[in-house]
Every structure is written in C-alpha cells, then in structure tokens.
C-alpha cells in the first residue's frame, strides 16, 4: 500500500488541505510535506521528498506542490504509484512573470510582505469566493505566516523550475489533474496541456473555482480526490 503525500503550494503549509484531511482514505496514512520550507530549488524540494517518504507514494500537489510533484516523478517514476497534479503548470518560467516576481522579492526583502500579498490576493480566488472575506483573509493569513525568506527562496524556486513537458510523456503511473474553470494563476490552458501530454489522464475541471481548489471548492475537490484515491484503498 503506498502513502500519500500532499504537497502544498507556494507559502502554504498543512492548513491549505484542512479541509481534505478528516475525509482521506485512512489507508494510505496522508501527510502532509514540508520540503518546500527546507529546501531552494524545486529539484531539492522533490528529492526531500523521496528521501522523507519510505517505500511507494502517491503524490498530490497543488501549484508549486505539483511540480514538485512532477519533478520527483522524473527522478524516482518507480516510487511514484500515482500521481494528482492540482492547478499547476508544467511549463518553465516566461520573462514576463520572472520580472514581476523579482519585482515582489525586492519588496519581500524590504519587509513589504502585506503591501504586496493584500492586493493581489484576490486573484487566487472565482470572484464568488473573492467576496467571502473570511476565506481570503484565512488565505493571506497562510501566506503572510511563511514570512520574506520563505516567500523570496520559494518564488525564486518557481523562477529557475525545470520544463516538466520533457518528461511527462514518459509517465505511465494513473494521474489525476484538477483545475478550476477561472484559474488565473495556471489557466485551464496549462491542464490542457499536461493531459495532451499525457492522454492516460483522467481530467477534473472544478466549475466557478479559481486557483485555489482545496479552499475554494473543498466539496468537490474531495469527492474527485477520493473517488480517484480507491484505486489504493
């Protein structure tokens, strides 16, 4: 029976998946990883998590979590039984978003963490869930609590991330990709390159969700999440 490891995106921790932990088949003992606050490259990030984890593992990972994801597939894809990539994106960095995120991580540096998160916090969520104040502000909660140094060595991660697209193809273990319909942060357009890629996929789009699934739409993402994880249990 493999583990399963859930793998949080960029300055989330444990709390990104509250919601899908009480209802995760108790088989396959989930936990949740932390190699993202240890590690500064998404290369080191997915070999942490090989090294922390005994024996099979089904990985799930959202965003930044999900190409740690991919990228441990590509180094141990005999350890991976499976695999379920959340609103993610395959692709390396373009110029464009590299300049807006070194733009950030001089103002993370100088300690302007709120006056950068606030505003643009919304853009995480559908506009229906943008407007549920508790929820974003339990979101912008997460964020500010993994602090500057976080926030500056993990965007910088997402900067210097591999191209999965080399290696997905070779991939042959079940994998589930999940995305919300107006994801603005990976638009559907980069799920619908992955499962071209990958045509074994099985393909979940989460209606008026943005990129924030597991808070944004945790009914869903659990029912999906689960009827994909009984494969193992």
């Known amino acids: 029976m493999p583990h399963l490891v859930l793998l949080p995106g960029l300055a989330c921790d444990e709390r990104l998946w509250e919601a899908q932990l009480p209802v995760l088949p108790p088989a396959l003992e ?3 990883s932390d190699a993202h606050m240890r590690h500064d490259t998404i ?14 593992l089904v990985l799930c990972g959202a965003s930044m979590g999900g ?28 110029p464009e978003m590299a300049e807006l ?18 505003p643009n916090t919304v853009f995480a969520f559908h506009p229906a869930q943008a407007a549920d104040d508790a929820l974003v502000q339990r979101y912008l909660e997460i964020v500010l609590d993994a602090g500057a140094q976080q926030l500056i060595h993990q965007n910088r991660a997402v900067m210097r991330r591999p191209d999965a697209r080399q290696h997905l193809p070779s991939l042959r273990m079940p994998v589930l990709l999940m995305c919300g319909d107006t994801d603005r942060l990976t638009p559907p357009d980069c799920t619908r390159e992955m499962a071209a890629l990958m045509p074994h996929a099985q393909v979940v789009w ?22 994909w994880l009984a494969q193992w249990s």
């Open 30 to 32: 989930a936990r949740v």
């Open 43 to 56: 290369e080191a990030m997915a070999a942490a998590v090989l090294r922390d984890n005994d024996g099979m």
């Open 67 to 94: 190409m740690v994801a991919m990228e441990a597939a590509r180094q141990a894809p005999d350890r991976i039984a499976g695999l379920a990539l959340l609103g993610t994106n395959a692709r390396p960095e373009t």
């Open 101 to 118: 995120r070194e733009s950030a991580i001089a103002l993370f540096a100088r300690g302007e963490l709120r006056d950068v998160i606030e």
């Open 206 to 227: 989460v209606p008026q969700c943005g990129h924030m699934l597991t808070m944004e739409k945790p009914a869903l993402v659990n029912a999906a999440l689960s009827a």
